[in-house]
Every structure is written in structure tokens, then in C-alpha cells.
């Protein structure tokens, strides 16, 4: 085969060796005459290959005439060459070729030699030392025998025994690699694979490495805090690759001396969230920055410093008077002292207690510092009532004593015009059903002569008749109502009506 062809077909080995189908087996070479073997899947259609020699590192390939034998093995063929060819010393790289369906089939390449036991490669004093100024590593080795080596492979992990990644491949040649690391101040571990012409090595051993670089970070970017309760919320954005945590500090008051909040702060992304929780109220304010703190355990300039004022937890007194006035309807207002110039009063509960239940809070949402008047408007009854006022402060405390104010609520003027007339069942009294909602019942009284008046019944307010079935035929009674309403005392609405009876004849 002339020389220009074999040169070709190397330059085509890259798209052949896609779809090989004869690989490589092995190879002896601690003779004078390099033996390789291949082996081939399947049928082939000639026991006959052709063999091509060429330097190491060189793609100018020539068929050689030497020893090769075939065999066949279940669904296997294995090709074997021993070259009794060459004439000079050194490291050689071969391939063979064969037709399957009319086509040329070549195999991968191996390599062998004739300059006798050739010990493996192996790597020595193999060290890694920070560099100096830098973010880095220098790494340096030796390797025991570079005659084979085909390239060298370097590989790094954060941890010793897992997740190692290639981060370089070197020439043989190579004795040292600067290692551009992200993190000063922690361990790196590494090892290197020697990749030589009879396929890679045992991996070196491991070893680690720290940098002990350090650098200034960038500090904390928009910082900010949010008082809700007595828990502060801060927000910052950390800017930059060399953050390994933050700090926050604190001061109580002005002039005094700055601590931190709590340990460092672990860097979990670049939008950090804290708190903190006040535990003293009576020292205002509190001062708060945040640092960065990078891999070299450096802390950045501060951020601007926020006050929170903590005024809003002084504790507050109620209203100082309070009084109240019933409008046309009836309700009940509340007035006091206003309180608008403390600044440390959010706002008001109003509580009320009836003979019936004890104090509850009648107000739904807190009456703001900008209104001292509250209206009841879920009062129904009448008679003695007593309102209590107490302050909230702006963080949510109550006052610790109240205000309180006696109210009392007249029943309103009603008179109910009743008429009686006796039916075969009772007396029966009749009546406009009233308008007044507060009333719960209406109870009826019958006095007959001089004797106690006794309870005759009771009528729903939506009613309009009522039955007496107790009555004695034959008599004269004299019937009242009295109003019962929802809250308060009850009160007599009918100054009563006079019936005489018939006796019912047997």
C-alpha cells in the first residue's frame, strides 16, 4: 500500500473509530518482539488481515509483513500479531484491517514496544502549597518513568472520598499545575491518573491542600429591617463569590458598644433573611449593621446603620376621665381625655359588664389614638351598666389598669292597650304586636282581689294574643304586662285591665 493512502485513512480514523468493531484485547511487549491481540464479534467473511505499523505520535502508517494468526471462539474471532520486523528500538503503535460485506473494517489502535520490562509509571512526591497573594493552589509531582506516558490526568474533590471531577489533562511532561480555587480556607483534595500507551494506571494517592488566602468582601447590598411585634426581620443581598457567612451587631443605645447577634450567619444564597427578638423594651433605640464575612474570615465594611425605636413598648395608661351621653335612640356613648400627643398609645379596648355577664370586649377592630369617643352598638337592654377603657401601646401591650364609667340606661316610655273578652277556653287578651326589638318576652300577671298577683304566662314580642286557661269563672281579675327585655331589669308596660268573669254553666 503506497505511503499517501496510509496517511489518508489515519486522518480518518477519528469518524472510523465511532462504529469499530475489532478492539483491542491486550498487549506484550517485555520482548524483543511486541505480540498484540484483537478480537472481532460475529462472522467475517476472510480469515485474512493485514497489519500497519507507525512511530508513537506519528499518523504515517505502513503495512508490514510479520507473524499473525486468527482464531475463532463461539461467536468471537481474535486476531493475534507478533512483529518480528523491527530493527530499531522504541515505542510503536499499530492496527489491522479486515473486509466484512466488501467493506474494510480497522481496528483500534494499540501500542507496543521492543526495548524490554518497561516498569509502570508511577507518580512521586506529589504536594500542594497555597500560592502566595492568590486564591490558589500550586500543585507539584514527579513521576517515576515518563517513557510510556501518553498524558496525565488531574482531579479534585472538596470531599476525600467522593465527587471527584477532572479539572485538568496535562502532557507528560508536566510537573506542577496552578489550581484556581473558589474557596480559600478549606480543604481540596486531589489525585492523578497517569494515562500511558497501555491504557491508565492505578490512581496516586490523595492529597490536600488549603489556601490561606484573604481578602476583604463586599458588604451586605440593601439592607433593611421590619418591626412586627417584638421580632425585627432583616433583609440583605450579598454581592460577590468569596462570602461565606454574615454577622449582625447590635447596640443598646446610642454611643454604646456593638455585639453580635448570634454566631456567624451561614451563607445560603443571595438574598438572606434574619431576626431578632427583643427581649429589654427600656432601651431605646437599638442600633443594628451587618457585615459579610468571606472565605479568608475577613469581615467587610459595614452596612448603614437602622434604629429601631422602641418606644412603641413603653407601657400606657388609660384615659385619665371618661363620661358618656345617650343619643336619641338610645345608645350609648363613650367619651375621654384624648391621648393623641403619646406617641407610644396605638389605640383603645372598650369592655362592658351586665348584671346577666361579666366584662367582654365589645370593640371589633382597636379603636384608633385619633378617636377618644366609642358608640355601643350591639347595647339592647336597659338599666346598670359598666364600661371599662384600657390603652394599647403600639407593639400590641395593654395597659395594666382601665378606665371605667357607669352607665344607666332608662327602659323606653311603652304603654300596651290590651282588651279582654272571655272565650270558652280562657280569657283571652289581644294586643299590637310592639316595635321595639330589645324586648325578649312579654309576661302576663293576674290579681284577683286582695291576694298576690300571680304569673299568668308568657308571650313571644311578635305575638298579639295571649290565653289565660287558669282563671276562676265567675271572679274579677285584674291583668298587667311587664316587658322582659334581652339585657337589663324588666318594667311594667300596661297599667292593667279589668275583666269579670262569667261563671260557664255546666
Given at each position: 500500500?503506497?505511503?499517501?493512502?496510509?496517511?489518508?485513512?489515519?486522518?480518518?480514523?477519528?469518524?472510523?473509530?465511532?462504529?469499530?468493531?475489532?478492539?483491542?484485547?491486550?498487549?506484550?511487549?517485555?520482548?524483543?518482539?511486541?505480540?498484540?491481540?484483537?478480537?472481532?464479534?460475529?462472522?467475517?467473511?476472510?480469515?485474512?488481515?493485514?497489519?500497519?505499523?507507525?512511530?508513537?505520535?506519528?499518523?504515517?502508517?505502513?503495512?508490514?509483513?510479520?507473524?499473525?494468526?486468527?482464531?475463532?471462539?463461539?461467536?468471537?474471532?481474535?486476531?493475534?500479531?507478533?512483529?518480528?520486523?523491527?530493527?530499531?528500538?522504541?515505542?510503536?503503535?499499530?492496527?489491522?484491517?479486515?473486509?466484512?460485506?466488501?467493506?474494510?473494517?480497522?481496528?483500534?489502535?494499540?501500542?507496543?514496544?521492543?526495548?524490554?520490562?518497561?516498569?509502570?509509571?508511577?507518580?512521586?512526591?506529589?504536594?500542594?502549597?497555597?500560592?502566595?497573594?492568590?486564591?490558589?493552589?500550586?500543585?507539584?509531582?514527579?513521576?517515576?518513568?515518563?517513557?510510556?506516558?501518553?498524558?496525565?490526568?488531574?482531579?479534585?474533590?472538596?470531599?476525600?472520598?467522593?465527587?471527584?471531577?477532572?479539572?485538568?489533562?496535562?502532557?507528560?511532561?508536566?510537573?506542577?499545575?496552578?489550581?484556581?480555587?473558589?474557596?480559600?480556607?478549606?480543604?481540596?483534595?486531589?489525585?492523578?491518573?497517569?494515562?500511558?500507551?497501555?491504557?491508565?494506571?492505578?490512581?496516586?494517592?490523595?492529597?490536600?491542600?488549603?489556601?490561606?488566602?484573604?481578602?476583604?468582601?463586599?458588604?451586605?447590598?440593601?439592607?433593611?429591617?421590619?418591626?412586627?411585634?417584638?421580632?425585627?426581620?432583616?433583609?440583605?443581598?450579598?454581592?460577590?463569590?468569596?462570602?461565606?457567612?454574615?454577622?449582625?451587631?447590635?447596640?443598646?443605645?446610642?454611643?454604646?458598644?456593638?455585639?453580635?447577634?448570634?454566631?456567624?450567619?451561614?451563607?445560603?444564597?443571595?438574598?438572606?433573611?434574619?431576626?431578632?427578638?427583643?427581649?429589654?423594651?427600656?432601651?431605646?433605640?437599638?442600633?443594628?449593621?451587618?457585615?459579610?464575612?468571606?472565605?479568608?474570615?475577613?469581615?467587610?465594611?459595614?452596612?448603614?446603620?437602622?434604629?429601631?425605636?422602641?418606644?412603641?413598648?413603653?407601657?400606657?395608661?388609660?384615659?385619665?376621665?371618661?363620661?358618656?351621653?345617650?343619643?336619641?335612640?338610645?345608645?350609648?356613648?363613650?367619651?375621654?381625655?384624648?391621648?393623641?400627643?403619646?406617641?407610644?398609645?396605638?389605640?383603645?379596648?372598650?369592655?362592658?359588664?351586665?348584671?346577666?355577664?361579666?366584662?367582654?370586649?365589645?370593640?371589633?377592630?382597636?379603636?384608633?389614638?385619633?378617636?377618644?369617643?366609642?358608640?355601643?352598638?350591639?347595647?339592647?337592654?336597659?338599666?346598670?351598666?359598666?364600661?371599662?377603657?384600657?390603652?394599647?401601646?403600639?407593639?400590641?401591650?395593654?395597659?395594666?389598669?382601665?378606665?371605667?364609667?357607669?352607665?344607666?340606661r332608662p327602659a323606653p316610655v311603652i304603654h300596651l292597650v290590651i282588651s279582654a273578652v272571655q272565650?270558652?277556653?280562657?280569657?283571652?287578651?289581644?294586643?299590637?304586636?310592639?316595635?321595639?326589638?330589645?324586648?325578649?318576652?312579654?309576661?302576663?300577671?293576674?290579681?284577683?282581689?286582695?291576694?298576690?298577683p300571680v304569673l299568668a304566662g308568657k308571650a313571644d314580642n311578635i305575638s298579639s294574643k295571649f290565653?289565660?286557661?287558669?282563671?276562676?269563672?265567675?271572679?274579677?281579675?285584674?291583668?298587667?304586662?311587664?316587658?322582659?327585655?334581652?339585657?337589663?331589669?324588666?318594667?311594667?308596660?300596661?297599667?292593667?285591665?279589668?275583666?269579670?268573669?262569667?261563671?260557664?254553666?255546666?
Amino acid at each position: 500500500m503506497k505511503k499517501s493512502a496510509i496517511i489518508l485513512f489515519i486522518i480518518l480514523i477519528p469518524a472510523v473509530l465511532k462504529a469499530q468493531q475489532i478492539f483491542g484485547v491486550r498487549s506484550l511487549s517485555e520482548g524483543a518482539y511486541p505480540e498484540m491481540r484483537w478480537a472481532q464479534k460475529g462472522r467475517v467473511d476472510s480469515a485474512s488481515f493485514t497489519v500497519y505499523r507507525a512511530h508513537t505520535g506519528s499518523i504515517d502508517y505502513n503495512q508490514i509483513k510479520t507473524i499473525q494468526f486468527i482464531s475463532f471462539s463461539h461467536d468471537s474471532v481474535f486476531y493475534r500479531v507478533i512483529d518480528t520486523t523491527l530493527t530499531t528500538k522504541g515505542l510503536f503503535q499499530y492496527f489491522i484491517e479486515t473486509t466484512s460485506g466488501g467493506m474494510p473494517i480497522r481496528s483500534e489502535i494499540l501500542f507496543g514496544h521492543n526495548l524490554g520490562y518497561i516498569p509502570a509509571p508511577a507518580v512521586v512526591n506529589f504536594t500542594a502549597h497555597a500560592v502566595k497573594e492568590f486564591k490558589a493552589l500550586q500543585l507539584n509531582w514527579k513521576l517515576s518513568n515518563t517513557l510510556t506516558v501518553k498524558s496525565i490526568s488531574l482531579f479534585r474533590s472538596t470531599s476525600y472520598d467522593k465527587d471527584y471531577s477532572l479539572i485538568a489533562t496535562l502532557p507528560a511532561e508536566a510537573v506542577s499545575y496552578t489550581d484556581n480555587i473558589t474557596r480559600a480556607n478549606e480543604p481540596y483534595f486531589y489525585f492523578i491518573l497517569i494515562n500511558d500507551f497501555f491504557g491508565y494506571q492505578i490512581p496516586s494517592v490523595r492529597i490536600h491542600g488549603i489556601s490561606d488566602y484573604a481578602e476583604i468582601p463586599y458588604p451586605p447590598q440593601q439592607f433593611t429591617a421590619k418591626l412586627s411585634g417584638k421580632v425585627v426581620t432583616f433583609t440583605w443581598k450579598g454581592v460577590g463569590s468569596d462570602i461565606i457567612g454574615y454577622r449582625l451587631y447590635r447596640s443598646a443605645g446610642a454611643g454604646h458598644k456593638y455585639f453580635p447577634v448570634n454566631q456567624r450567619i451561614p451563607y445560603t444564597g443571595e438574598n438572606t433573611t434574619v431576626t431578632d427578638t427583643i427581649t429589654e423594651t427600656d432601651k431605646s433605640p437599638l442600633y443594628y449593621y451587618a457585615v459579610s464575612v468571606s472565605d479568608g474570615y475577613l469581615e467587610s465594611n459595614t452596612t448603614d446603620t437602622i434604629a429601631i425605636d422602641l418606644s412603641r413598648f413603653k407601657p400606657v395608661s388609660p384615659p385619665a376621665e371618661a363620661d358618656f351621653t345617650l343619643d336619641s335612640t338610645g345608645r350609648v356613648m363613650l367619651m375621654w381625655t384624648s391621648q393623641i400627643s403619646n406617641p407610644a398609645i396605638k389605640g383603645y379596648n372598650v369592655y362592658r359588664e351586665t348584671s346577666e355577664k361579666a366584662f367582654e370586649k365589645i370593640n371589633r377592630n382597636l379603636v384608633p389614638v385619633a378617636f377618644n369617643f366609642f358608640t355601643d352598638e350591639s347595647l339592647t337592654g336597659y338599666g346598670l351598666f359598666r364600661y371599662a377603657i384600657e390603652a394599647v401601646n403600639d407593639a400590641g401591650e395593654k395597659s395594666v389598669v382601665r378606665t371605667y364609667v357607669d352607665v344607666n340606661r332608662p327602659a323606653p316610655v311603652i304603654h300596651l292597650v290590651i282588651s279582654a273578652v272571655q272565650t270558652a277556653t280562657g280569657i283571652e287578651l289581644s294586643w299590637q304586636p310592639l316595635g321595639e326589638i330589645s324586648i325578649k318576652k312579654l309576661a302576663f300577671y293576674r290579681q284577683t282581689g286582695e291576694s298576690e298577683p300571680v304569673l299568668a304566662g308568657k308571650a313571644d314580642n311578635i305575638s298579639s294574643k295571649f290565653t289565660d286557661t287558669r282563671f276562676t269563672p265567675g271572679s274579677t281579675a285584674l291583668y298587667f304586662v311587664v316587658a322582659e327585655p334581652m339585657q337589663g331589669e324588666p318594667f311594667v308596660v300596661n297599667d292593667g285591665i279589668l275583666v269579670n268573669t262569667e261563671k260557664i254553666a255546666k
